[in-house]
């Protein structure tokens, strides 16, 4: 592989923004790659997965590079050298590359390699909470996935057609290849990376973009058509449109969250895909929970967490958590259990969720909960814990509790 100059100074500046005015890797690749309309899919492939590339692997490459945050441009330009040393790629003979002391980058990588908190590149105290909670067999293998790159999945928006009927679509308009996977009963995962959002068929509706494990949030629900669905944490709404399509458009969903931005989105995304029972609710105030009590069927608590189940997907967010916000977020998992499960109608179904591997944002919120006196009301039918290294998907867990009679 040949290094080009401007792609190169493209991913340094990328790297400025990230680890120095404390951006989100995936908005500044997007800003980056409108930079120049004249790069082709290779380079604006390499842009992107270069600078994720060397987000996910910050700690390791620092240390190699020798050299500490704040990271100025030299700094950068130093731990981009380790990252094409190790990848093999040849230096070209620019003023950054100086000095590359090569041999000592590999030596010291296989010295770096035999220690957890580098190998994987994780700061310490997420290193020491994973060990602690997972054990250390299951934790050296769930953090080794957690830095794999994630495939891309689609889920297909039934609402509109099949997943036979958009496997032969992306073929036949678009060249793009995707499989079945068995167990997923809406997934499609594509052969190799493509820019999916670009398709007549993203835009015409007809599929989504979502994990594989996020995608079984839905389906545990056990919705029906007709039914009154509560989506308590909605997000830009990946979860409340699969709801729409498993109901066939009939009955309400209520999708609610305390950000009206993501609501917005939702709103868009729900008209591509011609979803038509869904109403926004902003949480900014305790009204709307209130005004629901006792009266739905079905609510999902798709619940705020550390999101360390998807960290292949998100590798900046490893350096952004603290450990403050984990121990308030776990607060707040138990606040939210405690106050939208009152919307549950006696007889209906509730889910709780989250994309953490950490039994203490998962079954041990569970089961806090069906001790208090909120969680009185309520029985646990099942949960199911997903590892990203067992199912070769994003780490999640869903339970699904019944309210009594």
């Known amino acids: 592989m040949r290094l080009h100059r401007n792609l190169c100074f493209a991913v340094i500046d990328g790297l400025t923004q990230i680890f120095n005015e404390d951006q989100y890797a995936d908005k500044v690749i997007q800003q980056l790659l409108k930079r120049d309309k004249r790069w082709g899919s290779r380079d604006r492939a390499f842009v992107a997965e270069t600078t994720y ?6 700690r ?11 990271f100025d441009r ?11 040393t190790l990848k093999g790629i040849k230096l070209p003979d620019w003023k950054y590359f100086e000095n590359t002391p090569t041999r000592k980058i590999k030596g010291r990588f296989d010295e770096l390699s035999k220690i957890r908190k580098f190998r994987e590149s994780i700061p310490d105290w997420i290193d020491n909470v994973g060990l602690e909670e997972l054990g250390e067999d299951q934790w050296n293998k769930e953090i080794a996935m957690q830095n794999e790159q994630a ?30 996977i068995k167990g997923y009963p809406s997934a499609l995962k594509l052969k190799e990376r493509a820019n999916v959002f670009v398709t007549d068929a993203f835009k015409n509706g007809l599929f989504e973009v979502q994990d594989a494990s996020s995608q079984l ?37 209520v999708a609610m969250d305390i950000y009206e931005s993501k609501l917005k ?10 979803v038509h029972n869904i109403d926004l609710k902003v949480l900014d105030s305790t ?15 798709d619940a705020p967490c550390s999101g360390l189940g998807v960290l292949r997907r998100n590798p900046d967010a490893k350096w952004k958590l603290e450990p403050e916000f984990l121990d308030r977020i776990r607060v707040t998992q138990q606040e939210v259990l405690q106050q939208y499960s009152k919307m549950v109608k006696p007889e209906g179904k509730m889910v709780y969720a989250t994309c953490s591997v950490l039994p ?46």
């Open 53 to 58: 590339e060397i987000v996910r692997w910050k």
């Open 60 to 70: 390791l490459y620092a240390e190699i590079a020798d050299v500490r945050e704040p």
């Open 74 to 84: 030299d700094n950068l330009w130093r731990m981009f050298a380790v990252w094409a």
């Open 151 to 180: 495939d891309v999945i689609l889920r297909v928006n039934t609402l509109k057609t099949s997943k036979e009927k958009l496997q032969n679509i992306l073929f036949d308009e678009n060249s793009i290849e995707a499989e079945f």
């Open 217 to 253: 949030v839905a389906d545990f629900l056990d919705v029906k058509p007709g039914m009154k669905v509560v989506d308590t944490c909605a997000g830009a709404g990946g979860k409340t449109l699969h709801i729409a399509s498993l109901m066939e458009n009939k009955g309400q969903i």
């Open 265 to 274: 989105k939702l709103k868009v995304r729900a008209r591509r895909n011609g």
């Open 287 to 301: 009204k709307p929970i209130k005004k629901l009590y006792d009266k739905a069927d079905r609510v999902l608590i």
């Open 360 to 405: 203490s944002e998962n079954q041990n919120q569970v089961e806090a909960f069906l001790k208090s006196e909120a969680g009185a009301n309520f029985k646990l039918i099942k949960d199911k814990r997903i590892l990203a290294h067992t199912s070769g998907y994003d780490g999640f867990y869903m339970a699904l509790l019944e309210r009594k009679g």
